[in-house]
């Protein structure tokens, strides 16, 4: 048996609100639209992982979701430039990331980061 993906569900008051803010901020595109469900998707090719954890590390709370992006620092800029509230500061973590959390307009908790090159 293989996976083939694992899909991230996001329940929203607002689909078309929060397919923006993930759009907008991460440069995805929209792949398919139903008006009550939203997929978007970067066009990139990833391995499927799912993170089982107590607790976020650092003494930050778990996330809802981890979003891996090549210039943490670029997409920071554009999250505070959004008026996001940053709930965990940009931070260069002991096990080889750097990483913000921020909440989406559904009050989701972004874990985003880049790992050390």
């Known amino acids: 048996m293989t996976v083939r993906r ?3 569900n996001i329940a929203a008051d607002s689909v078309a609100d929060v ?3 993930y759009a907008e901020l991460f440069d995805l595109e929209t792949v398919m ?3 009550w469900i ?3 998707a970067s066009g990139e090719t990833s391995m499927t992982q ?3 954890l107590s607790e976020g590390g650092s003494g930050a709370p778990v996330p809802d979701l981890s979003i891996e992006v090549d210039d943490v620092d670029a997409v920071y800029a554009r999250a505070t430039a ?3 509230k940053v709930v965990y500061a940009l ?3 002991p096990w080889g990331v750097r990483r913000f959390f921020i909440r989406d307009p559904a009050g989701k908790l972004l874990n985003v980061l880049s790992h050390a090159h």
């Open 6 to 8: 694992i899909v991230a």
């Open 19 to 21: 397919a923006t803010f």
């Open 33 to 35: 639209d139903l008006g």
């Open 38 to 40: 939203v997929t978007l």
């Open 50 to 52: 799912m993170s089982i």
């Open 82 to 84: 959004r008026g996001c």
């Open 91 to 93: 931070t260069d973590e």
